[in-house]
């Protein structure tokens, strides 16, 4: 059987924090092209690196106030927190979470959900088999809405 994505993350575990709120769209062109910006606490954040055991060395950083999704520094991605807590997203990712992104020419932050890769994953590793991308792409299809991609089956 697959070892968890981090040593200490029990699989099937769903912790839910308390998730950031988007504030009200901005206005006349302020930097983030118009997207809600993030409001959301230091704590919350914290609380949300604890819970997903994100480890230091990843330098996940607290967006500064007045940032939108759209304000990552150069090297950095935003990621949003459902990803983690509603898409039981962790990091590392898995090999065959990548080759999937791979295959389909996805970033990560162009994925919603995760969810469902992850547990095409554990149910192949549950029935004692290993996941291929060929196999995930029999049952599911990439679909984009909104400019978000997801699978459908």
Partial sequence: MA????????????HTPSLPAAAEEE????PGGGLPVLKWTKAQFDTLMTTVQM???YGAIYPHEGDTGADAPAGYVTMC???????NLRLPLTVFVTEVLEWHKLHISQKSPFSMIRNFEYTFRA??????VGDFRQFYQLTVHTGFFSFSQ
Avoid: I, K, R, Y
């Avoid at 927190?81 to 898409?87: H, K, L, M, R, T």
């Avoid at 029935?127 to 291929?132: D, N, S, V």
């Fill in 27 to 30: 206005e006349g062109g302020a």
């Fill in 127 to 132: 029935l004692g088999m290993e996941p291929t």
């Fill in 81 to 87: 927190a459902d990803f983690f807590v509603d898409g």
């Fill in 3 to 14: 070892e968890p994505s981090h040593p200490h993350v029990a699989e099937g575990e769903n």
């Fill in 55 to 57: 480890p230091q060395e």
